[in-house]
């Protein structure tokens, strides 16, 4: 059974850093994509950043300049490196994983950390 599990979240004032980081672990052959996407108060789902296998990564406009998406292929990690904290930037982040187990592929979700930025 595959997982991924989050850590790193907390409460930071504005202009701090906080650095997640999100295991995956389970009966996992290889892992494609990885990346964060976060869920703010009352609002849908968004993606905050996103590292392909090969490396090549994408960012929300609304955090480009200010976050950092990497992963560690060996260890089966990615990490979000969040510098410049916004009070917008409060949210419940979560890990996502395109994953090939050996039986299927599929896309698997962590439980979510809470990053809170207070003003």
């Known amino acids: 059974q595959v997982q991924l599990v989050e850590s790193g979240g907390g409460l930071v004032q504005a202009g701090g850093s906080l650095r997640l980081s999100c295991a995956a672990s389970?009966?996992?052959?290889?892992?494609?994509?990885m990346g964060w996407y976060r869920q703010p108060p009352g609002k849908q789902r968004e993606l905050v950043a996103r590292?392909?296998?090969?490396?090549?990564?994408n960012y929300a406009d609304s955090v480009k300049g200010r976050v950092t998406i990497s992963r560690d292929n060996a260890k089966k990690a990615v990490y979000l490196q969040m510098d410049n904290l916004k009070p917008e930037d409060t949210a419940v982040y979560y890990c996502?994983?395109?994953?090939?187990?050996?039986?299927?592929?599929?896309?698997?979700w962590g439980q979510g950390t809470q990053v809170t930025v207070s003003s």
């Open positions: 590292v392909n296998l090969d490396g090549s990564t």
């Open positions: 389970g009966s996992i052959r290889w892992i494609n994509a």
């Open positions: 996502n994983g395109d994953i090939f187990s050996g039986l299927s592929a599929r896309n698997y």
